[in-house]
């Protein structure tokens, strides 16, 4: 009996660490190490005891307390949307781990198939999970993408620019593309010079660019996140007629600024 309720808690534990992960991924909520940690444990104790009683409503029950270890959230509202998101990630991620042990003929009574099949349809459903929220556009309306930059007590208008997706290779942060004539204005001690390689329909070229931390973004007078670090890159040319300052990229806004919600 030993033996199974360690197979019971390690596949329980592959499974809670899938989906504890992308539900924070599809909400694009901020969560600490420390919170996932323990939320994965305490739903993968949980499932376990879920699987001696065999009660679809001690079920509920264990996945709203994980929920709440994991987003500390105290509308009920807000609650009940996670978890209905919660199940919607679940039953989809069980639909693929199915289709894939049907389509190749997988054996999974053999306790070392399932862990492999868990993890390999994981990494999967992680990446149709991320690639999701990229094609939601239609989604987004244009007032939606104006927003204020605070760098180094300089406040720049920016725009958020749907098909930009720029990231520097060496350090993988975003990039936010700034007008040409705001460099010696915003470019200080603080900012950190670095070189990054941007591919235009003319080809590759590599350009000088700056690395900022903590750059405050609003939306009119209320702040709505902290950049924690990003790369500026003074490329935009100040002859546009448009009146935003700066650009910033489609995964900037999704990964930041929650930009498409359900």
Known sequence: MKIYLDYIFL????INIVIILEIIIFTK??????????????????SCIY???????????????????????TNVIKVIKKVLCFYLLYFLYLGLIIFTSLALRINLDMFISRIAVYIVCGIIFHILNKELWKVWKTNITSENLYYNLCINN??????????NSVKDPLTNLNVIFVKDNLKEK???????????????????????????NNVKVYKGKNEVAELDK??????????TPEKYSALLGYDTYLENLQGVRL
Do not use: M, P, Q
Not at 29 to 45: N, Y
Not at 52 to 73: A, G, K, P, W
Not at 230 to 239: C, G, H, Q
């Open 51 to 73: 699987v001696i009683c065999n009660n679809y409503i001690l079920h509920i029950l264990f996945s709203v307390i994980t929920l709440l270890i994991l987003f500390r959230d």
């Open 230 to 239: 990003i790369i500026l890159s003074f490329t935009l040319s100040s002859d």
């Open 154 to 163: 300089n406040e720049l208008s920016a725009f958020v620019d749907t098909g």
């Open 186 to 212: 915003v470019v200080n001690s603080n900012l950190k010079r670095t070189y990054i390689n941007i591919s235009t329909i003319n080809g590759c070229d590599t350009k000088e660019a700056y690395i900022a």
């Open 11 to 14: 596949e329980n534990l592959v």
């Open 29 to 46: 909520a901020k969560v600490s190490l420390s919170r996932k940690i323990c939320s994965v444990i305490i739903d993968t104790i949980l």
